[in-house]
């Protein structure tokens, strides 16, 4: 008889945690396990690389009806003559307007405003894995009836006292928390130290055969540009350090070299940095393209890698240009060294734009360099499927 598994988290939009959810995904046995997905946002860039085999959960009706504007919810709720959540959706806005704070506080907000609206799966399940941190946390502690509980953690995690007072009553109730690299569970365990005993790391799973198939694809560059193409993969957000890149954007066009710097990724930030780019002439040289299901073309294509996160759980974008031997720029962010082998497979440079560019411009007029870096990365292991075994073994 096959084990059911239920796997929760926020969308399947493209960044770390979705990507290495659908790599996990792609690599599971299904004649041995029934696997459910559960999302609190449906759609996303990555949902047809869900295998066939998983089924995708019908919408909780609270995330319908979040979906519906102000008039529609009112609407909704006089037709129904049930007013919680239109309680419940009114006072969460009020009190991210009150309150100001990173993500975790909003999670906080959020599940404290909503969850009694929130309805319970109605399926008992041998094993439920929350897979990022957050309200799939909240959701699966108390929402989902299973044998055994996991939650990942997939950043370096560290909270505040009222947020880890807050928390700890969901971490309470898993297994097993698992994190996605050395130093995600250090920082994980600064805040948690009472979870040592059930904490354990798998790594983000790269597949290289899946990603160096993708890689071939036609959706790359659309334009006729022949010169430096620097790419940045990442949420526009405070952690992935746009204000880092931007700022050694400029420097490089004031250095006069001939680049364009482009990002793959959406986010709160992005009306600001526009702006940013408008306001110093770097209309044709800091260009957004949003996001895309299978970034890896775009990947292979560019010349230079570049990530300026202030931390990362591991940094799958990195590992992902590595996989593709293409040189990579990073800060020194926590577990940076999980996989950077600095002036070996790139470098790893201070968290501010000075050091960037410099990092940058070694790169550009260092040829010997550049070619020690990306016939070292020809050389390294190509991704980390085998990391998939762990996870059997959790789940056994």
């Known amino acids: 008889m096959k084990k059911t598994i239920l796997f929760v988290i926020d969308s399947l939009e493209c960044a770390g945690a979705e990507k290495s959810l659908v790599s996990l995904l792609s690599l599971l046995d299904y004649s041995k396990y029934e696997v459910d997905l559960m999302l609190f946002a449906h759609g996303g860039v990555l949902k047809d690389l869900v295998p066939e085999e998983v089924t995708t959960l019908e919408p909780l009706e609270y995330s319908k009806f979040t979906g519906l504007n102000l008039k529609e919810a009112i609407t909704h709720s006089i037709r129904k003559f049930d007013f919680k959540m239109l309680f419940s959706r009114v006072k969460y806005s009020f009190a991210i307007r009150t309150e100001k704070g990173g993500n975790t506080l909003k999670a906080r907000l959020f599940w404290q405003c909503n969850s009694k609206v929130i309805e319970k799966i109605d399926k008992n399940y041998d094993i439920a894995i929350s897979y990022s941190q957050g309200i799939p946390t909240f959701f699966v502690?108390?929402?989902?009836?299973?044998?055994?509980?996991?939650?990942?953690?997939n950043t370096t995690y560290k909270l505040a006292p009222k947020e880890k007072e807050y928390q700890k009553l969901f971490y309470d109730k898993m297994n097993k928390i698992i994190t996605v690299s050395n130093s995600a569970k250090e920082a994980f365990l600064e805040t948690f130290p009472n979870y040592n005993?059930?904490?354990?790391?798998?790594?983000?799973i790269n597949n290289y055969e899946l990603i160096s198939n993708l890689a071939d694809a036609d959706n790359t560059f659309d334009d006729d540009f022949d010169g430096l193409r620097i790419l940045t993969i990442g949420r526009l957000a405070n952690g992935k350090g746009y204000d880092i890149a931007l700022s050694a954007c400029k420097k490089l066009k004031e250095q006069g070299v001939n680049f364009r710097w482009y990002v793959l990724g959406e986010g709160p930030l992005k009306k600001e940095i526009l702006e940013y780019v408008k306001e110093n002439g770097l209309t044709k040289h800091f260009i957004l393209l949003g996001i895309t299901a299978n970034p890896y073309p775009i990947i292979k294509k560019c010349d230079i890698y570049v990530q300026t996160s202030r931390f990362e759980g591991f940094g799958l974008a990195i590992a992902e240009a590595r996989m593709l031997n293409i040189p990579v720029v990073t800060t020194r962010f926590d577990s940076v060294y999980n996989q950077m082998i600095d002036e070996k497979n790139g470098l790893v440079v201070d968290m501010n734009a000075d050091a960037v560019c410099n990092g940058i411009m070694r790169l550009i007029k260092n040829s010997e360099l550049t070619q020690s870096i990306i016939s070292y990365l020809k050389t390294e292991k190509k991704g980390n499927v085998e990391e998939i075994e762990k996870v059997y073994e959790l789940i056994r």
Request: net charge positive; aromatic share 14%; no cysteine.
């Open 197 to 204: 005993e059930k904490t354990k790391v798998i790594y983000d």
């Open 141 to 153: 502690s108390e929402k989902v009836t299973a044998n055994k509980k996991f939650a990942w953690v």
